[in-house]
Structures are given as structure tokens and as C-alpha cells.
């Protein structure tokens, strides 16, 4: 949306009607126009094509840790397949991602705090409690417990989230082989850091397409 404010054409896509419904809210209030569309990252071209948005694309921002719902190494590969055909040549792709090196064990198996609300009409508790995946230990269990009272109604909500943390030589390695050039690492996500794999949780990303090479 902060590109929007600045001019440029933007277009959302998220897999979650919910989502989408509060990005548009968000964007009606901010006066801002952007192009929202329902669909599947790791379909992205044919999302878009369907939908008859014009691309290519100066830049593709995947921020929110959205890449960690991609949980295995096939999908994580498809997409930025699916990212590299809707991007311009020579185009950037932005996004950021977990460390697994600085998964903290203590926070495992822990139900914990995450936030609390309290206003005059909402009041929210939110608790969590995380666990390892069985087959691969760099997928978190997130599991989050909502209470909730909003405008005096009283609600209980449950759900669980698999979010993938990443290896960042691993992560490069597949960047390289799809043909992304790393240009940037940060250890934020504001960026502002440059990326320590045994200091900093988050890896910020920013790279390039390559073109295809002419022979
Ligand atoms: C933590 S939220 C971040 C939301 C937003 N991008 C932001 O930065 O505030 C992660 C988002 O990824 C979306 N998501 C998960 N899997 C997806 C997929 N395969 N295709 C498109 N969106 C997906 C979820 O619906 C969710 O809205």
C-alpha cells in the first residue's frame, strides 16, 4: 500500500478471502487504489492471467512472512518459478523469512502470552503454543488460542498455523539455481541490518531476476 501512495500500480494477491477483505477496508480508508485478487501464490501466473492484470512486473513484495506457508522445498521453488514469469527483466523480488539456525528451544512447547487487548469494546487475549513439526524440525507448529469479547459477545477461537523457518544457505542456494541474484541481505525487516545468521531471527531479502542467458 506504501507504494500505492506513491503512484505506482499495485496488485494483492492472498489466498485468504479474510485477508482480502481487510486489506481492501484498509486501503478504502487510506484513500489509496490497489487492485486486490483471491488466489494461490504458487499459481501466480495463471492467477493473474485469469484475471487479465497486466504484467510484467517492476518488482514482486512478498512481506509478512507469507513465503513460510510454503512448507516444502517443491512449492517454495514452483512459486518463485511462478514470480520469475510474472516479473520485467532484470526485475526485483523482495521479501523475508525466518532463520532456523535461531529457532529458540525454550519457546518450544511453551503455551505463552502473545498479546493482550484491552478496550472498551474489545478486549482480546491471545496465548500461544508452539511445537516441531515431526518430519522436519524447521517447521513450527504455531498454535494460537483467541479470546475474545468484541462489543459484548464472547468468542473462542483455535487455530494452527505450520510456518516454514528457513536455512539462509540453503535459501541462497535456491534463489541461485532459480535464477535470482541475491543483491541484498538484511537481518530486519525494516532492512536496516545486515544479515548475521547467529545474531539475527529474520532474513530480509532483496534480489534480482536474471535474464535468461542468450546464446
Ligand atoms: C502473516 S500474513 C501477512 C499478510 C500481509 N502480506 C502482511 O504483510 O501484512 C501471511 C499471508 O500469506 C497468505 N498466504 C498463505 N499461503 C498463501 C498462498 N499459497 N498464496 C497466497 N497467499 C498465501 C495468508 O493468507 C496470509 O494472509
Known amino acids: 500500500m506504501e507504494f500505492a501512495k506513491l503512484g505506482y500500480r499495485v496488485v494483492g494477491v492472498d489466498v485468504s478471502q479474510k485477508m482480502l477483505e481487510l486489506a481492501k477496508a484498509k486501503a478504502a480508508k487510506a484513500g489509496i487504489e490497489v487492485r486486490f485478487i483471491h488466489g494461490d501464490m504458487t499459481q501466480l501466473f495463471s492467477v493473474l492471467s485469469e484475471e487479465n492484470v497486466a504484467f510484467p512486473f517492476d518488482a514482486v513484495i512478498c512481506m509478512g512472512n507469507s513465503l513460510a506457508h510454503l512448507l516444502d522445498e517443491e512449492s517454495f521453488r514452483k512459486t518463485l ?7 520485467c527483466s532484470s526485475g526485483v523480488l523482495v521479501f523475508w523469512v ?63 498455523h505450520p510456518l ?52
Open 164 to 215: 516454514k523457518w528457513f536455512r539462509h544457505e540453503k535459501l541462497a542456494e535456491i534463489l541461485k539455481s532459480q535464477r535470482f541474484k541475491v543483491i541484498h541481505t538484511y537481518g530486519d525487516t525494516l532492512g536496516q541490518k545486515t544479515f548475521e545468521e547467529e545474531k539475527h531471527d529474520t532474513i530480509f531479502l532483496i534480489c534480482q531476476k536474471m535474464d535468461a542467458v542468450r546464446v
Open 81 to 87: 518459478d511462478e514470480i520469475s514469469k510474472v516479473l
Open 98 to 160: 525466518k532463520n532456523a539456525k535461531l529457532i529458540r528451544d525454550d519457546l518450544i512447547n511453551r503455551l505463552m502470552v502473545d498479546s493482550l487487548i484491552n478496550e472498551p469494546d474489545l478486549s482480546l487475549a491471545l496465548l500461544c503454543y508452539t511445537s516441531r513439526d515431526k518430519a522436519d524440525p524447521d517447521i513450527l507448529i504455531w498454535n494460537s488460542i483467541y479470546l475474545i469479547k468484541d462489543h459484548g459477545n464472547l468468542d473462542f477461537q483455535v487455530r494452527t
